[in-house]
């Protein structure tokens, strides 16, 4: 069945250095995954999401991701961070319509 | 356009006594969901909506949780009687697409229920 397994439950970064969110997925064909940041207090809000077109995808905030089908990866990025990107982070994907949650990872940014 | 609305956002109640959330979802949204999200964790499927049939509630407490979604458009989902262990943070999400390949869902802001 798939799943994603989101290898980090926590990642600290300072402002204005790149960011890397690991994500591994667990499915038997190539699956729907996205990525979901929830600030507090806030909606879950999309970020992006990859749905079997180009590998590389790019979402808001200047975040994007890779799909690695040969690393089971999708692994979200951004090249410099700022404090608003605070949040938590979800890896998700589609099971038989519906969306299936990684434990989450909270990011942190110094200043 | 005007998105997932849920009330209330906050919730104190004792054990033992009942619950209910409302979820109105975007409008034309077919598809429904409600998650339960435990502090720390992932949210979790408890029921799953098409139109005003139910199409997965195998991860709902039957013995003590509902849910309906009467006329296919707005939704309650009911605890009683609830238990400390069903403190959390329930999200309602909607759908336009019936489940599949390119589903993108919309997350209400959730109710905190606090069960002391």
């Known amino acids: 069945a798939q799943s994603v397994t989101q290898l980090d439950s926590h990642v600290s970064v300072s402002e204005g250095t790149p960011v890397l969110l690991r994500c591994n997925y667990s499915s038997s064909y190539s699956p729907s995954l996205f990525w979901y940041v929830q600030h507090p207090n806030k909606g879950l809000q999309l970020l992006l999401k990859?749905?079997?077109?180009?590998?590389l995808v790019k979402g808001i905030n200047g975040f994007e991701a890779e799909f690695k089908k040969s690393e089971t990866s999708f692994h979200l990025t951004k090249p410099s961070a700022h404090m608003s990107d605070a949040a938590e982070y979800f890896c998700v994907v589609i099971r038989q319509g519906n969306l299936i949650f990684g434990k989450g990872t909270k990011l942190s940014v110094k200043p | 356009e005007a998105g997932v609305a849920q009330s209330p956002r906050y919730k104190i109640i004792e054990k033992r006594q009942s619950v209910a959330f409302w979820c109105n979802p975007i409008?034309?949204?077919?598809?429904l969901y409600w998650y339960q999200q435990i502090l720390g964790q992932g949210p979790k499927l408890l029921i799953q909506?098409?139109?005003?049939?139910?199409?997965?509630d195998s991860q709902l407490p039957k013995d003590r949780f509902s849910a309906e979604r009467l006329k296919g458009v707005d939704s309650t989902l009911k605890i009683q009687p609830a238990k400390l262990e069903d403190s959390a943070v329930y999200l309602c999400?909607?759908?336009?697409?019936?489940?599949?390949?390119?589903?993108?869902?919309?997350f209400g802001q959730g109710t905190r229920l606090t069960v002391v």
């Open positions: 909506f098409q139109n005003n049939g139910v199409v997965d």
């Open positions: 990859y749905t079997s077109a180009a590998t």
């Open positions: 999400a909607s759908s336009l697409l019936y489940p599949g390949m390119n589903t993108e869902a919309f």
């Open positions: 409008s034309g949204h077919a598809t």
